[in-house]
């Protein structure tokens, strides 16, 4: 996590973070799994530009596809091989067959497919049915769309793979609006927090969105923030 919050912290654009991350300031660090591997990520970075880059570590060297094209990332395999899955689909007709398992490469086929497949402007047949009628909110709609389809379902389990992981929630950002949506796995309802409401001037109170205990929220749920109580570390005995 302090590898993702280190780019937001420290730069503006994608192409700030290549030029900066590509010197290796610093050593990744990856935790042991329960199957006694290493973890092994990603970090995708965009921009409202439209910029994008994919950032990963692959025999302790960082490797990084710089590119507004690399829309569709997933765990695994290494993005390289990601890319040659994604060629080697692309002579096969996705309306006739795709790839329906639930592993990360089938999974990125599919969304490889999709996110290039729903409306790239206001869609007639659906426009009507958006809140506001704008293309943003449909856009959102749709890019959620997406990533259900290709999640991994709640509670689903299987003999051979027991470290299969649910998808447990799903996030869309809106960069040019600046609104976070975020959809639990586990509530009936979506949800959306612009940037503008909510108190980011120095010295404000530290605020936080409760989502254990069931909490359904709905809409706009930036009023919905309460103040945090500050995190102390107990003394070392």
Do not use: C
Not at 92 to 104: D, E, K, Q, R
Not at 171 to 185: I, L, R
């Amino acid at each position: 996590m302090a590898w993702g919050q280190y780019a937001l912290d420290n730069f503006g654009t994608v192409a700030e973070a290549v030029e900066a991350l590509r010197a290796e300031p610093f050593t990744v660090i990856a935790p042991t799994l329960p199957n006694g591997k290493g973890a092994q990520l990603h970090l995708a970075v965009s921009d409202p530009t439209g910029d994008s880059a994919i950032f990963e570590y692959l025999g302790g060297k960082l490797v990084i596809h710089h590119d507004r094209k690399y829309q569709v990332m997933t765990n695994s395999p290494s993005f390289d091989q990601q890319l040659a899955i994604e060629t080697y689909w692309s002579g096969v007709n996705p309306l006739a067959f795709l790839p329906g398992s639930i592993s990360a490469a089938d999974r990125f086929v599919r969304a490889s497919f999709l996110i290039n497949a729903i409306p790239k402007q206001a869609d007639p047949h659906t426009i009507k049915a958006v809140p506001g009628e704008t293309y943003e909110n449909q856009a959102v709609a749709a890019v959620l769309g997406v990533m259900r389809s290709v999640s991994t379902p709640l509670g689903i389990t299987h003999p051979d793979k027991p470290n299969l992981a649910s998808t447990l929630w799903r996030t869309v950002y809106d960069q040019k609006n600046k609104v976070f949506y975020f959809d639990s796995a586990t509530s009936p309802n979506a949800f959306g927090v612009p940037l503008a409401d909510l108190d980011f001037t120095k010295g404000a109170p530290v605020k936080k969105l409760t989502m254990a205990g069931g909490k359904i929220y709905a809409g706009n749920a930036s009023n919905k923030f309460e103040v945090a109580t500050p995190f102390k570390f107990a003394p070392a005995e």
